[in-house]
């Protein structure tokens, strides 16, 4: 269990060890978030109002055993007018053709990017006050609507992470609400454009058998092309303050 801060605002963020991740964190913290970060590095970011997890997100019982011990009571404190969930940790793992990839590893991929965000949008949903403003972003992805040859698993889990958010957002407005849960409560899916990280160079590095669009990346890459991570981190943020309109939206950055 970690000790409590002043704020009256608590972001739960996955993947802060970098990336975008990592500058959504130093961002709310900025604008007077506590933030709650997981990764299975720990974070760079040293800040009395930063707790970091490490936890492998590919593991989903470890994970959800992990979180709710260091999270759970946290997020139910009534000091909370507000709370954020932003589910960016995610897997480019499981590459190459279909008849290739292994079931185990896709199992991994799948926990990351689907499962334990579902899971996560549940956990926020049913342990924050009633009363609280609940905003919560899911990273999304041109490949949820894009087939890339040679990424199966990552274009086919963004596809289901953005349906998730979608069901949940529908739920939300029928019979199935629990009457516990926070009114106040959009969801907002968000594709943040190419953006200069660990996971682009990756998608650079990749053999050209494993993913043809690899030369396309290393085009954006050589022309100036990818954003740097303060820019989608800007409009994460600003979505976690605002009065969030639609039960659920989708936005590309800018
Ligand atoms: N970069 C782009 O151009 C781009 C484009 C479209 C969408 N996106 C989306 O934006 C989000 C962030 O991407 P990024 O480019 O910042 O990625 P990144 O640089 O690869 O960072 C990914 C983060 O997720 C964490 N993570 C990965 N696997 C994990 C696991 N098993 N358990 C816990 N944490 C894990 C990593 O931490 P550890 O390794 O320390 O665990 C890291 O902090 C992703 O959802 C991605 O799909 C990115």
Redesign the pocket.
């Known amino acids: 269990m970690f000790e409590t801060s002043a704020s009256d605002r608590l972001a739960l963020v996955?993947?802060?060890?970098?990336?975008?991740?990592?500058a959504i964190a130093r961002q709310l913290l900025l604008c007077g978030w506590e933030v709650a970060g997981?990764?299975?590095?720990s974070s760079a970011i040293e800040h009395d109002r930063y707790r970091h997890l490490a936890?492998?997100?590919?593991d989903a019982p470890a994970a959800v055993a992990a979180i709710e011990t260091a999270f759970g009571a946290l997020l139910g404190e009534s000091r909370w007018r507000r709370i954020g969930l932003v589910n960016?940790?995610?897997?480019v793992a499981a590459t190459g053709p279909v008849p290739r990839l292994d079931a185990a590893e896709l199992v991994r991929v799948y926990s990351?990017n689907v499962a334990m965000p579902l899971w996560l949008m549940g956990f926020v949903a049913r342990h924050g006050p009633r009363g609280a403003a609940i905003r919560i972003v899911n990273?999304?992805?041109?490949a949820a609507v894009r087939a890339a040859p040679g990424l199966a698993a990552y274009c086919s889990s963004?596809a289901a992470l953005r349906m998730a958010g979608m069901v949940f957002g529908a739920e939300l407005d029928s019979p199935l609400r629990p009457a516990d849960t926070p009114a106040d409560l959009s969801i907002l899916s968000y594709?943040?454009?190419?953006?200069d990280?660990?996971?682009?160079l990756?998608s650079r590095s990749m053999s050209v058998e494993d993913f043809p669009w690899g030369g396309m990346f290393r085009d954006f890459a050589a022309q100036g092309l990818l954003v740097a991570?303060d820019l989608p981190a800007a409009e994460v943020v600003a979505y976690l303050e605002s009065d969030g309109g639609e039960r659920f939206a989708e936005r590309k950055r800018g």
Not at 191 to 195: A, E, F, Q, T
Not at 197 to 200: D, I, N, S
């Open positions: 996955t993947g802060t060890s970098t990336g975008i991740g990592a997981v990764a299975r590095r936890a492998d997100l590919q960016n940790a995610a897997s990351v990273l999304s992805s041109g963004k594709s943040p454009g190419v953006v990280t660990e996971m682009q990756a991570p």
